[in-house]
């Protein structure tokens, strides 16, 4: 009887000390303020009232979670480079890029002639790192890059 009480309580602590917060988060979304992360902050200003200066400021954002993925496994979150492909294969986003980017924002971006082939990368990165998103963006993709 003992045995048995004993091992449940070692069992039973070891369940509750597994269960702690972890140290860090397994993608990182953007510096966070007010418990809102940057990708939501700007995703939202951008879809409520959107603007060419809102879409720069989004593509900015995108190659900052692209170019330095943080978290645990050091990889952009899930999506965002199918997003951030999809944004620069759109005419009108190279469009608003040309008339409405900042200085900084054209030196960490480049040039809009590039955002076709970017994007087309960007689909093969997302389809790489989530192997599972080949079934929506492998067609996807042969219709946008044929």
Not at 74 to 99: D, H, K, N, R, S
Not at 105 to 129: A, D, P, T, V
């Amino acid at each position: 009887m003992r045995i048995r009480l004993t091992i449940t309580v070692l069992v039973a602590g070891l369940l509750l000390c597994s269960c702690g917060p972890t140290a860090e988060v397994l993608y990182y979304w953007g510096g966070e303020s007010d418990g809102v992360t940057e990708y939501e902050r700007l995703a939202y200003r951008s879809s409520d009232k959107q603007s060419p200066e809102s879409v720069c400021a989004m593509l900015v954002m995108y190659e900052k979670l692209v170019s330095n993925p943080g978290g645990y496994r050091q990889v952009p979150p899930p999506g965002i480079c199918a997003e951030y492909g999809w944004l620069l294969v759109q005419p009108e986003t190279a469009a608003a890029f040309e008339e409405h980017a900042s200085a900084s924002q054209r030196r960490i971006l480049g040039s809009s002639e590039q955002f076709r082939e970017r994007g087309r990368k960007l689909f093969e990165m997302e389809m790489n790192y989530y192997p599972e998103s080949v079934v929506f963006l492998g067609p996807l993709a042969k219709k946008l890059f044929r």
